[in-house]
């Protein structure tokens, strides 16, 4: 890996000689954005953007939740500090921990109490998606789960107080198409209004 650093970094000096030092000027971000671990691709890949212009939280299966300080910290830095206009909860096709989930596997003991909200959302809904594959399955469970993480999000303190002070922050869900690689709008939250489904994932 230090190897294809090295190689990483000559690629870029050979495209633009000065892409280290325009790299290290402050890039005020407009954007936090929150989705899985496990995602394969790089974000400013993803949305065609350079490095700086969008923060980036990641956990496992794309979850927003209270006592996650890293998350907490995250969120105050980027309403706080950086004063972001837009947050975005991106969940994808493939993501192992909507997998887990849904097989019903036995998991280890951290990763059972980080999906609880999510096992619960699945057995919930399970009777509504008894005639669905495999596939199908993943895709709507990923879509109430960006549902409820945007509720999640728009009930914390620090959005709430940033509506109340007039911020304009919006808060949305995508859904990344890893075999299609293509993002969709899911659900919209602006400005203290309720919350808007888009469209569905299809």
Not at 176 to 196: P, R
């Amino acid at each position: 890996m230090l190897l294809e650093s090295k190689v990483w970094m000559l690629e870029k000096q050979t495209i633009d000689k000065h892409y280290f030092k325009n790299l290290s000027r402050h890039i005020k971000p407009n954007v936090l954005w929150i989705d899985s671990s496990d995602n394969l691709v790089a974000v400013a890949e993803l949305t065609n953007t350079d490095p700086g212009e969008i923060l980036v939280h990641r956990n496992l299966a794309t979850l927003v939740r209270s006592d996650d300080i890293s998350l907490m910290a995250s969120l105050e830095h980027a309403i706080g500090r950086s004063r972001i206009e837009y947050i975005i909860v991106c969940g994808y096709s493939n993501c192992t921990g909507v997998r887990e989930v849904i097989s019903g596997n036995d998991m280890k003991p951290h990763v059972k109490k980080w999906l609880e909200e999510l096992r619960e959302m699945y057995h919930h809904q399970a009777p509504l998606m008894a005639g669905l594959s495999s596939h199908q399955k993943e895709k709507r469970l990923c879509e109430i789960n960006i549902q409820q993480q945007i509720i999640n999000l728009s009930n914390m303190d620090i959005v709430q107080q940033a509506w109340k002070d007039g911020r304009n922050l919006s808060l949305l869900g995508w859904y990344f198409d890893l075999q299609k690689g293509a993002i969709q709008e899911i659900f919209s939250m602006k400005t203290q209004d309720l919350l808007f489904q888009v469209a569905q994932v299809t």
